[in-house]
């Protein structure tokens, strides 16, 4: 009885262990984490599974989840067949069918789906190319890494856990932003990046394009944007100002090529919004076309960072046809919704001197108040045109939050990067926003209080529990929450010359972006997800060859 007694003792104490050891075995390590998520019991073998495919679910669609058949075919080397039965949602739902099922489901949001999976089946829901997208990259993180490689290993057996998931984003608009001006970075870099945003569910790139030390753009009607605003003749040494290497830098992306980029990006759920920042950081147009500055020149693409006094000329005419021109050609190449026109940092000094300015103030009756200067006006008088002219080309403007100062006209959307308060104040007059506060999203901030062991950034500090930290709804009331049309973090290249050095600065923060975008506040949780890096991610980044900084 006393034997007993005392083995009585040690299971009981065992118990919290052993369902420590249960836990520990059936946590799921995806990042964003999903909408809801409940873990059942076993796993799924998905090697040599069959693949059945509803006939309803459209053509795009069907190639994603053959390419998720194919991979694992090749990896395993065990074939994922591949069907698409009449009759198939009906013998789902009766449970007579076994393997990998792909249901359309038109009740479904876009990006929304659904995953169960049993020992049997792995059943998955959605309605739209988003959400398939979703799904199988949600998927592929809760199986083995190796599904990210190339690498045949015969022995794979790509299990699954069981487990039921119901996923939605909590954002519309989930994206990245790449500096190409400071920095130029290949079609092949280009597309590097976009690969690491659809594993983690971005959808949108926000394509930096020009700038003051160069334009990458290929636009025909006026060559001499890339014959000669493309290339400057050197760039600064590190952070002084008065260097320069002497090296001519730069390159450009042909039409074809962004064509190229734009349609990568929409196989991977991810649309292009292009930027072209004026009236300010325009050196590259300046370069070659110094007519369309207020002094007429001479005029070269910078070599040293910071922003030009140098600006567009708002007071010629042929400045509005230039840029209209040169808009014309970019709806040609990005379908987008959005167009970025940057309108961040312009300074107003040439203007205040240049006659054709000051001129163009007067015909438009423009005077300085209380708030703003007649410059900053006529900076929303540019902004205005502008938008105009890209809405009635069925295009809507994005502007950085400087677009606020002044007058901004209904359909503007700001994006908010002092900070949060350009978002706070533009949702409260009504404009749709997108957070990007330097606060929590410039990753060209150092990761580190430990400068000295980083590689060179432009400053700041931004470290990964800050970025998870961030609420786009602190400070917001309903009405303005309704305005947040989404996240976005971004990378401007000053410092960062090289693809090693983008993709160290990107990751992990990005990850972490990746929750602030899909995730609802209340599934957030830091410890989770820095596990779930730990245990996943890392050697998922491994495995995909990015360069990133632990934690
Ligand atoms: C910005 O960082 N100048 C938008
Ligand atoms: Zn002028």
Redo the contacts with the bound molecule.
Sequence with gaps: MKHLNRLLAIAVALIPTLMCAKKAGTVINVIPYPQSVEIGKGAFKGAGANFNCDPAIESNCVKLIRDFADKMTFISGRTNSFASPIGLSQAAAEGKMKGFIFLKDKSMGPEEYSIRISKKTCLVKASAYNGFLYAIQTLKQLTDVSIYSDKVAPSQKFMFPAVTIKDNPRFGYRGMHLDCARHFFSVEEVKKYLDIMAVYKLNRLHWHLTDDQGWRIEIKKYPRLTQMGAFRNGTMVGKDFSSNDGIRYGGYYTQDQMREVVQYAASLGITVIPEIDLPGHMLGVLAGYPELGCTGGPYEVWTKWGVSDEVLCPGKEETFAFLEDVFTELMQIFPSEYIHIGG??CPKKEWEKCPACQARIKALGIKGDGKHSAEQYLQSYVTARIQKFLNDNGRKIIG?DEILEGELAPGATVMS?RGVNGGIQASAMGFDVIMTP?TYCYFDYYQSENQKEEPLAIGGHLPIEDVYGYEPFDGLNASQQKHILGVQA?L?TEYIATNEHLEYMLLPRMCALAEVQWCKSENKNFERFSASMKAKSFELLDVLGYNYRKF
């Design positions: 961040d940092e950085w990067w330097n971004n401007w």
